[in-house]
């Protein structure tokens, strides 16, 4: 029984459908920032960063770029760290819900513990890249 449905379930396109949903919110974040700038850099300015219109630019290359190399299959380990140490970054500077009081702390730290999952997602996805590689070079 396992092996019927590891043969319907564990193949490459479900693989590839699994990293889209894992970079769909940094594509659509990209792709958003992309298409109005100005409103990216008001909100890069909000949470305090410095020059906001470059960090903006850096963060829309990184959010793009990464996503593509984990969905291309090249350099997928670089491309899930990058996203990784993004997100975890991101989280602490736009999650601090430990300064919040109720109710904005209980959405917000949900909202944390979110993106935490998703670092892990991505850790996990560097990880079984890494290990594939490891494998290769034996």
Known sequence: MTARWASLYATPVVHWLALLG???AYLQGGL???LDFSS???ET???GLSPAAPITLATIVLELG???LILLGFQRWLGALLL???TLAATFLANRFWT???PERFATANAFFEHLGLV???MLVAWHDLRRRVNQAR
Do not use: E, N, R, Y
């Open 22 to 24: 894992l970079c769909a």
């Open 32 to 34: 958003q920032k992309a």
């Open 40 to 42: 990216a850099t008001a």
């Open 45 to 47: 300015a909000h949470f």
């Open 66 to 68: 990464a996503s593509l």
């Open 84 to 86: 990784a140490v993004f």
């Open 100 to 102: 919040m009081a109720m």
């Open 120 to 122: 892990g997602g991505f």
